[in-house]
C-alpha cells in the first residue's frame, strides 16, 4: 500500500504554495520534485492584440496581467534556456506548469502529467514488455519515474532515456484518489483538467487533455508500437489499479493498437485548416510558428498524414533531429494508398540519414536497408554500401 506521510500542518503548506494568489503561474521544474524555475519568460497572446510578458521570481512565480482575458483565445508560451517551450491554450490562471529539460538522446522521450487542485493523487503508469514503472517501482529498463506527486498539481514525469527498439510501451494516468471501492465511479479526474504533454529533444510533441464530464478512474493515454510511432488511445475506464495495470498488459500483447478517438468532420475541417495556416506560416520562413500550427492540427486530429509530413519537413529546417526521427516513424505508419511505398520509403531513408549522422551504423544500416525493400534508389544502395564499409571498419 502506498504510504504518505505529511503531517497536516506541512501538507497545507505545500498546497497553499501551489495556490499562491489569483492570477498567479507557477512553474517548477518536470524532473526535479517541488524545484522553483525562475526568469522564465510567459508571453501570452491573442489573435488581433498585442502580447504580454513577465517573467517568474525566484519561486517561480509570475503575475499574469491585469487586463487578460484567461479565456480559450488565450495563448501561453513559456521560454528558458536549456527547456523545452511549453505552449498552453487557457484557462491558465492557478494552475502548475513544468519545463522539461532538453533531452540528448534520439530514442528518448519525457511524459510529463499535471493536473489542478482534485484529486490529490493522479499517477502516471508506463508498462512495457518485463517492465511497469509507477510509484511502487520507479525504475525500468531505461526508463524511470523522476517525480511522484501526491498533494495536488504535479508534475508526475516518467522518463524514457532509452526506448527499445521492437518493443511496445503504454502509458496511462490512474485516479489514485478514487480508485478503489465504491469510488471507482467518480468523474473526479475528468474535471481535474489533467494534461499529459510528451517532449522528445527540445520540443513538446504532443498535448493531451483529459475528457470532462467522463466516468473513470483510468486513462488509457497513448500506445508506442515495435516501431517508435505513437497511436492515440484515450480510452476511460473504472479499473482498480491492478486492472489497469492488466489491461496495459494486454493491449502490449494485442494484434495491434486502435485509434478509440472520435474524430468528427468537423474537428478534420479545422484540422485542415490549421494545417493550411502552417503552410502558409512555413513559406514565410516563420518556422517555430508553423511547427506550432502543425502540432495543434496534429492534436485535433493525430492520424493526420499530411500534417505529420510538413512537421517532419518544419524540424529538419530547425535541426530538430531526434524530434525530425519521430516524425518521420509516424510518416511511415500513416502512409496509405498509390504513394505508400514512396512515402514509408523515403522516411525510412530519412531515419537512416539521421543515425548515420550520429555515427549509428546498425540502425543506419537496417533503415537503408528497409528503404531499399520498399523501393529501388541509388541513394539506398550507396548508404547500404557506406554503413557496410563503416561497420568493417570498425571491428
Known sequence: MRKILFSLPVLFSALCSFQAQAGDIKVLSAVVKDQSIDN?????????????????????????PANLSDDGDTTMIINKSGYSTLVVRCPCDNFTYALSPVMQNLDGLRVVLTWGRSPEDLDS???????????????????????????????????????????????????????????????AMSFSHAR?????????????????????T???????????????????????????????????????????????????????????????????????????????????????????????LTYQKLDRTAEALWANRKAIELASGDTKNR???????????IYEASGRWQEALDNFRQAKSLREHSAYDKGIARMLEKLQQAQ
Open 40 to 64: 522564465a519568460q510567459i508571453i501570452w497572446q491573442r489573435t488581433g492584440e498585442s502580447s504580454q510578458q513577465a517573467v517568474t521570481n525566484a519561486s517561480g512565480v509570475a503575475s499574469m
Open 125 to 187: 503508469h508506463l508498462s512495457y514488455p518485463g517492465n511497469h514503472v509507477f510509484y511502487e517501482n520507479k525504475r525500468g529498463n531505461d526508463a524511470n519515474l523522476d517525480v511522484d506527486d501526491t498533494d495536488s498539481y504535479g508534475p508526475e514525469t516518467i522518463t524514457i532515456e532509452q526506448k527499445h527498439s521492437g518493443q511496445r510501451y503504454v502509458y496511462a494516468v490512474h485516479d489514485y484518489t478514487h480508485g478503489s471501492g465504491n469510488a471507482k465511479d467518480s468523474t
Open 196 to 216: 499529459v504533454e510528451v517532449y522528445v529533444g527540445q520540443t513538446l510533441i504532443r498535448t493531451y487533455n483529459v475528457k470532462q464530464d467522463t466516468t473513470a
Open 218 to 312: 483510468s486513462w488509457i493515454v497513448f500506445g508506442i508500437d515495435e516501431n517508435g510511432a505513437f497511436h492515440d488511445i484515450n480510452q476511460y475506464l473504472s479499473l482498480s489499479r491492478q486492472g489497469m495495470a492488466q489491461h496495459m498488459a494486454s493491449l502490449i500483447e494485442a494484434a495491434s493498437f486502435e485509434d478509440h478517438s472520435l474524430i468528427t468532420p468537423a474537428i478534420k475541417q479545422e484540422a485542415k485548416r490549421i494545417n493550411t495556416k502552417g503552410e502558409s506560416l512555413y513559406h514565410e520562413q516563420k518556422l517555430e510558428d508553423a511547427m506550432y500550427a502543425f502540432q495543434d492540427a496534429i492534436n485535433l486530429y493525430p492520424s493526420y498524414g499530411q500534417a505529420y509530413s510538413n512537421l517532419g
Open 343 to 353: 512515402v514509408q520509403a523515403s522516411s525510412y531513408y530519412n531515419i537512416a540519414r
